[in-house]
Each structure stands twice: as C-alpha cells, then as structure tokens.
C-alpha cells in the first residue's frame, strides 16, 4: 500500500466515530471492508467507504468558516477536539494549546481555500490531523453544518453562528470580514452524555435532580430538566459546559469548578470522567494525543 499501514477506514456517510475501524495487518484489511460496508449500509444506508492514513501520535484540529452565497469566506480560528472516545469528540478548546501560531494561520488558510474550491456558503467545520511528530497536517473531513462545539468558537470571537448562518440562507452577505475578527482568551468545552463513564454504554432513564452550573466565563447549553426521560434511541449528548478565562489555567478551573457545580441524578453520565481528564497532569501539560483516553483507561 503506498500510504503504509496502518490504515484508517471510514464510512463515507458517517459521522459522530461511527463506521470507523484502524487496520494494522494487511491479511485484516478485505474482511474489514466488507464488514464495514455492511454496517455503514444498515446504519447510514449508504455503504461506501474510504481509506485513509492513520497517524499515530495526532492532534484533532478543526477551523470553523463562515461562508455567504457572495464567494465571501472568512476562518474564525481553530479548535482542539482531541480528547476523544470512540472517536467521539468529548472536550473541545480553543486555542489549540500545541500548535504554533504560524501553523494555525496555514491551517486556517488552507481550510478558507478548500472552501472556495467547492464555492462553499454556510457556516461549516473543516477537520484536519496534526501530526505531533512531524508537525504535517492532513485533510481530514469537512461538516457542512453546525457542530456541537460551535459555542467555543461564538464564546472566543463573540459572533453569534446560528444568527448568521440564518442570514446567509437569506442570501444576504456576510455582517463582517476576515479583519473584523479577533480572538479573545481561552475556552473550553465539556460535552455531557448519559452514558456509563466505565463501559461508555448508553445510560437512558429518567433524571431526578438536575443542577445546571453558573457563575463568571460559565455558559451551560442543555434542553434537560428534573423528571426529564433520556430516551435509548437518540445521541447521548445531555449539556454543553462552556468556561472561559484569560489563560488555559484558569479556563481549567472554572470548568472543574462548574463540573462539580454539576448535579444530574437518576442516570450515569461521564461528568466524573472530565473531571478525572482535568486531574490529569498529561493533559493539563499538554502530552496528549486522540490516543489520550485509550492508553490511559487501557
């Protein structure tokens, strides 16, 4: 194989780490690809796959664009989503605290001109790997929507994405350009799923006490409530818990803060694993990869 192993394969019409399986062996490659084929049809309906390189020591970076039907296109920075399960993105922050500033102005530049390839309009996420080794990155994936971190991204340039993305669906041009945007502090998000924080299996049930956290930089994006029923047939995402702060540090501990602020009672969510990642001295310096929760729940 020209790419080398290993190998990451992927269905093409998924999303959210699904239909997504590393190949380390050449012999497992043909009977993966079936398998995969098959799942991604009768999941996504759709069996395509493709192949990609897999990195081994990666970071998860991500450029939002905002983009009218005018070939205007403007990048609002970066976002670090590789702490991950299951390839499921759990906590995302902005600014990527490893890449370089120059690096994250080629990433950013290069995200503005595939969106201009493919004369793009509406907001959108393109995704890329960085390679910690080599310091390359790679194309990844472009989201053609909203994503569940896009507050991190509103909290650090204060633009508000769903208004905007409302008024380019209306035709109308861009309320601002690549100059009128700037970058203020460090953000973070945590993404709270019910689901068992040992196993990662799905918690549905019926919540008894819900506490929602408050208090300075702390932004809480949730639709849950006491009594509410968690259903077992959608994505487990409950709450978004957003902090802001002048540095990463304090970002921190304004998100431990919240999070122990956090009460949900009556279901398992994964609210004592992020303060465990937060606890954690590999990431709080930055030694960390999308392997991060592999290696150290392994």
Known sequence: M???????????????GRGMKRIDKLEDLEISLKRLAEEAKAAFG??????????????HIEVQIVADQHGHIVHLGERDCTIQRRFQKIIEESPSPVITEKKCREICKSAVKLAKSVKYDSVGTVEFLYDQ?????????????????????????????????????????????????????????????????????????????????????????????????????????????????????????????????????????????????LKDHDFQKNNYSTNFLNKKLS
Not at 53 to 58: D, G, H, Q, S, T
């Open 133 to 277: 080794d080599t310091m390359k990155f790679y194309f990844m994936e472009m989201n053609t929507r909203i994503q569940v971190e896009h507050p991190v991204t509103e909290i650090r340039t204060g633009l508000d994405l769903i208004a905007e993305q409302i008024r380019i669906s209306e035709g109308e041009k861009l309320s601002f350009s690549q100059k009128d945007v700037s970058f203020r502090g460090h953000v973070m998000e945590c993404r709270i799923n019910a689901e068992d924080p040992v196993t990662s299996r799905p918690s549905p049930g019926t919540i008894t006490d819900y506490h929602r956290p408050g208090g300075l930089g702390v932004r809480v994006d949730d639709f849950i409530y006491s009594g509410y029923r968690v259903s077992p047939y959608y994505d487990s995402l409950l709450a978004k818990v957003i902090t802001v702060g002048r540095t990463r540090n304090e970002c921190l501990k304004r998100m431990h803060r919240a999070l122990e602020e956090t009460v949900i009672h009556g279901i398992k969510t994964n609210v004592d694993l992020h303060k465990w990642i």
């Open 46 to 59: 759709d069996g395509t796959l493709f192949i990609e390189k897999y990195i081994v020591n990666p970071r």
């Open 2 to 16: 020209i790419m080398g192993l290993p190998v990451l394969i992927k269905a093409s019409a998924g999303g959210g």
